[in-house]
């Protein structure tokens, strides 16, 4: 089975501080995607990578960034949070047309 | 941009009745695929239709495709309580095997 996992379930952070999620996924997916889900407006992607220092942005880059140092990793940054970035992020990696996706992290920014 | 948009927003029935949840969408696509999203967990999917199929089985769920009008269906048959949850449609346009999420059909069913 395919396994993508994120760092934290739950975060609290405060405004201005620098915050990383950390994706990892086991099965060598080439095509990794970070997403924002807000009620009412469904997933939106921030960015993807389609291979390991790769990366393209998505539909809401803005104050985001990302990195991918290794095949199985991907990262997304956010420099300086706001609270308007207080959302759940879901990471999903791809193999057949189909996206698998992580847990979730709730970030709430105070 | 939202590509998909699901009808109802919301849906409440029975154990045993069947369920039906819609999605339209607004460019040409090379597949519709189905997840399903337990309160506050990652999406799962569930099935995946191609631009030259009309319709497709798995187990309860029916997912009908008609690219003339742009939508498709979801049925789930004999709703069961464990099938609470909320459920999107999902479009691949282009490369990169990106998607584009519809904002969901949250479906409660009751025993």
């Known amino acids: 089975d395919v396994k993508v996992t994120q760092s934290s379930r739950y975060l609290v952070k405060r405004t201005g501080e620098k915050v990383f999620l950390e994706c990892v996924q086991d099965?060598?997916?080439?095509?990794m995607f970070w997403y924002r889900q807000d009620p009412g407006l469904g997933l939106r992607l921030i960015y993807f990578?389609?291979?390991?220092?790769?990366?393209e942005k998505g539909d809401i880059p803005e104050g985001y960034s990302v990195s991918r140092e290794k095949k199985e990793r991907f990262s997304l940054i956010l420099e300086s949070a706001s609270t308007n970035q207080t959302s759940m992020y879901l990471c999903?990696?791809?193999?057949?047309?189909?996206?698998?996706f992580g847990p979730g992290t709730r970030l709430l920014v105070l | 941009s939202q590509q998909g948009e699901e009808d109802p927003q919301a849906l409440s029935i029975q154990e045993g009745e069947n369920a039906t949840m819609n999605c339209s969408y607004k460019?040409?696509?090379?597949?519709l695929q189905w997840y399903r999203q337990n309160s506050g967990r990652g999406l799962v999917h569930l099935i995946l239709?191609?631009?030259?199929?009309r319709e497709k089985h798995s187990g309860r769920l029916r997912v009908t495709l008609d690219t003339s009008k742009k939508s498709s269906s979801l049925l789930i048959t004999a709703s069961r309580a464990a099938d609470t949850a909320s459920y999107f449609c999902?479009?691949?346009?282009?490369?990169?095997?990106?998607?584009?999420f519809g904002a969901g059909t949250r479906l409660a069913v009751h025993p």
């Open positions: 999902a479009t691949r346009a282009g490369g990169y095997n990106k998607l584009i």
């Open positions: 099965m060598d997916h080439e095509n």
């Open positions: 990578s389609y291979d390991v220092k790769m990366k």
């Open positions: 999903a990696s791809i193999a057949r047309e189909t996206q698998y």
């Open positions: 460019t040409s696509i090379n597949n």
């Open positions: 239709i191609r631009s030259n199929e």
